[in-house]
Nanobody, 121 residues
């Protein structure tokens, strides 16, 4: 079964940086839009950023605009470069694949298991 594999989470201080990766083994999702969502305990999973199948037209939620950069590399893996991290960015980050780019989690069919990002103040 095709799946997504997140990596790169960890503990970082306020203002620091992390780089998350979402591996797509076998380029299975090369024709899909890819997205990052995040979730904290007791809250709904929320949209962070998305990128279309071509790697162009990135989209960001306002709270991360200018601090996070989403991209796709030559292996078709998805990268989320997170700079100037804040304590409110602390969450489990999930990557997802869907037929079209969307901010709605219900539009994504395949999900990874998540990677924890913790920002200490």
């Amino acid at each position: 079964q095709a799946r997504l594999l997140e990596s790169g989470g960890g503990l970082v201080r306020d203002g620091g940086s992390l780089r998350l990766s979402c591996a797509t083994p076998g380029r299975t999702f090369s024709a899909y839009a890819l997205a990052w969502f995040r979730q904290t305990p007791g809250k709904e999973r929320e949209y962070v950023a998305a990128i279309d199948w071509s790697g162009r037209s990135p989209d960001y939620v306002d709270s991360v605009q200018g601090r996070f950069t989403i991209s796709r590399d030559d292996a078709d893996d998805m990268i989320l470069q997170m700079n100037n991290l804040r304590s409110e960015d602390t969450a489990v980050y999930y990557c997802a694949a869907g037929r079209s780019m969307s901010r709605l989690k219900t539009d994504y069919d395949v999900w990874g298991r998540g990677t924890q990002v913790t920002v200490s103040s």
